[in-house]
């Protein structure tokens, strides 16, 4: 699905999603904002059965993971942490998601059309980083 558009071997593929157009890790961000929105996600177990860790790591457990609560983070650069990318949980903690998306976001995207039924697409539009 997803082929690299660089000659450096980078991956700058862009995707729409809702009518809008992001790169991976903004993609990954926008799915799980939609998908917790929709489904009123109220806490960590909720949102770690919605986005099982395996699909961070194309089907393999191990690894970061898709989503963390933001006190277990050590590496902060790693994750979506700014105030209005976190994800408020009834439990008054704040969840937040991944920013490392390569290659792995092909097998992220299929779980999530797959699981909650989103249209995405790789975009025409290559000018976004």
């Known amino acids: 699905m997803v082929q690299a558009d660089t000659q450096t071997g980078r991956n700058y593929d862009k995707f729409e999603f809702n009518g809008q157009h992001f790169n991976?890790?903004?993609l990954a961000l926008a799915l799980v904002?939609?998908?917790v929105s929709k489904k009123k996600i109220k806490n960590i177990k909720e949102l770690k059965n919605?986005?099982?860790d395996a699909w961070f790591n194309s089907g393999k457990l191990g690894g970061n993971g898709v989503v963390s609560i933001e006190d277990n983070v050590k590496d902060r650069s790693?994750?979506?942490v700014q105030p209005n990318e976190r994800l408020p949980l009834e439990d008054g903690s704040f969840a937040v998601v991944s920013s490392q998306w390569g290659a792995n976001i092909d097998y992220f995207i299929r779980q999530v059309s797959k699981e909650y039924g989103l249209s995405i697409k790789k975009s025409a539009k290559n000018n976004l980083r």
């Open 24 to 26: 991976k890790r903004r």
């Open 33 to 35: 904002q939609h998908v």
């Open 50 to 52: 919605a986005f099982p």
């Open 78 to 80: 790693r994750w979506f």
